[in-house]
């Protein structure tokens, strides 16, 4: 069964970056969707962006402006770069991925946290 690991994740001070990573652990599994989601505590786990193959990045409104999603499709591998960091953004953050068949698979969680 196919596992994402994510990385990245951090404490940043408030107007600062973080780049997370989430790679697939099998080459052969082919991503139709990519997706970052976001949970901070006492909250529902809410989608901050999406990628689909061969489709344009969306935004949560939240983010838009200041992340930016991406995909390396040969390495399995996909990115959210975050800048200009707010303390709002403190959260777990959680890769998703469907394939083109269907499957979905969820990533272990990462935490950011932005504080001085």
């Known amino acids: 069964q196919v596992q994402l690991v994510e990385s990245g994740g951090g404490l940043v001070q408030p107007g600062g970056s973080l780049r997370l990573s989430c790679a697939a652990s099998?080459?052969?599994?082919?991503?139709?969707?990519m997706a970052w989601y976001r949970q901070a505590p006492g909250n529902q786990r809410q989608l901050v962006a999406t990628l689909s193959a061969g489709g344009r990045p969306v935004y949560s409104d939240s983010v838009k402006g200041r992340f930016t999603i991406s995909r390396d499709i040969g390495e399995k591998t996909g990115y959210l770069e975050m800048n200009s960091l707010k303390p709002e953004d403190t959260a777990v953050y959680y890769c998703?991925?469907?394939?083109?068949?269907?499957?979905?698979?969820w990533g272990q969680g990462t935490q950011v946290t932005v504080s001085s």
């Open positions: 998703n991925v469907v394939s083109f068949g269907g499957t979905s698979v």
């Open positions: 099998e080459r052969s599994f082919a991503i139709y969707v």
